[in-house]
């Protein structure tokens, strides 16, 4: 099985990068799909993200890596992983970041957050990214939905998804 721990780091810092604004030369096409779904996803769940994110940051000791890793099993307790969840868990992550950024966290944080994704989907995921082709599967699948005109039945596929993952985060950080 390939190592994806490297890929899912490049894809996890080049999308948090992008959240916060620090220029890098142009993303990936993998960075570029997850730019572009998880703008929508905040979009579609914008208040419900902001409150679980005020929360997140409320609840949590300065050691945010750690917590994420929680939500992260947390979404994907009943052992469900799909490309929605993913993506979900990039759009909080990025709101993370930016909050974060904001407040006046430097890049170290940012890559502890990349990481923090890196380790668990690109190494204790690993099967499964390998069984879904990978992240040029995730280009692939969002791609081919495109392609086949059938963007807005796909993207409400991956919105139901990941507001299970959602769901799943809301319920951690009430606990």
Known sequence: MPCYRK???EVAKGYIDHCIGVQRAPPSETVQIMCSLAKEMEKTYQHKLNSLLQNFI????????????RVMEEMVGDGILNWGRIVSLFTFTGLLAQELH????????SNKLADT?????????AEWLAQNGGWDGF?????????SHSDS????ALFAAAGFGIAGLAILLVR
Do not use: H
């Open 153 to 156: 039945s796909m993207k409400t």
């Open 7 to 9: 890929e899912t780091y």
């Open 102 to 109: 904001s407040k006046g966290a430097g890049t170290d944080c």
């Open 139 to 147: 280009s692939k699948y969002f791609q081919n939905s495109k392609d």
């Open 58 to 69: 409320s609840c949590c000791t300065p050691d945010y890596g750690v917590k994420l890793k």
């Open 117 to 125: 994704i890196a380790d668990y989907l690109g190494v204790e995921k």
